[in-house]
């Protein structure tokens, strides 16, 4: 059965940093494109970094997290992360990992559709 479970959010300052974590049971991190996606108040859910199948290139990063984001994976543990540095108070959403239905492309992080597993998502809160 294939599962993704995040965790590692919470409340942290401006300026601040935080590591999500992404543990996937059911298939290999590295096997699948893998999202991180945050939905903030009243606003869509967006696309914040890709990493592809199954050399780990990142192929997607927001504009707004360039720079302080990191996507990547250990294959040991089967996990995806997100390191976040120099959070800021518009970082805070409720941020969610997904597996895409794509190996050696990612889609456009528009495009959710092809996003077939989703999290529960863990919380961010930044506060200024």
């Known amino acids: 059965q294939v599962q993704v479970m995040e965790s590692g959010g919470g409340s942290v300052q401006a300026g601040g940093s935080l590591r999500l974590s992404c543990a996937v049971s059911?298939?290999?991190?590295?096997?699948?494109?893998m999202g991180w996606f945050r939905q903030a108040p009243g606003k869509e859910r967006e696309g914040v970094a890709s990493?592809?199948?199954?050399?780990?290139?990142?192929?997607y990063v927001a504009d707004s997290v360039k720079g302080r984001f990191t996507i990547y994976q250990d294959m040991a543990k089967n996990t995806l992360y997100l390191q976040m540095n120099s959070l800021k108070p518009e970082d805070t959403a409720m941020y969610f990992c997904?597996?895409?239905?794509?190996?050696?492309?990612?889609?456009?992080?528009?495009?959710?559709?092809?996003?077939?597993?989703w999290g529960q998502g863990t919380q961010v809160t930044v506060s200024s």
């Open positions: 990493i592809r199948a199954p050399d780990g290139r990142i192929t």
């Open positions: 997904a597996r895409s239905i794509m190996r050696w492309a990612c889609p456009d992080p528009s495009e959710e559709a092809q996003y077939n597993s």
């Open positions: 059911g298939f290999t991190v590295n096997a699948y494109c």
